[in-house]
């Protein structure tokens, strides 16, 4: 019986070491979105809502996601970050 437990405790003493890392953890993802004005000369976009520069936008005003906006937009001088 003891010649067994070593058996099974051997190789566990070789591998040594800590417990395997658990998965990181991420917080809970908010979807992040932002709001772009459409018209053509719009080049930025809007993290607030309620933004001054957003309100002059004579077009539509569109959510998309943060994502998607970063790739062909910049961040408001306003609101953005
Ligand atoms: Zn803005």
Do not use: N, W
């Not at 992040?32 to 976009?45: H, I, L, R």
């Amino acid at each position: 019986m003891l010649h067994l437990l070593a058996v099974l405790l051997i190789p566990a003493l070789f591998l040594g070491g800590e417990p395997a890392p658990k998965k990181p953890v991420r917080p809970p993802k908010r979807r992040a979105v932002v709001f772009v004005c459409t018209g053509p000369y719009a080049s930025t976009y809007h993290t607030q809502i309620d933004c001054p520069a957003l309100k002059q936008c004579r077009h539509e005003v569109r959510v998309i996601s943060l994502q998607r906006a970063r790739i062909y937009r910049t961040p408001c001088m306003v609101c953005g970050r």
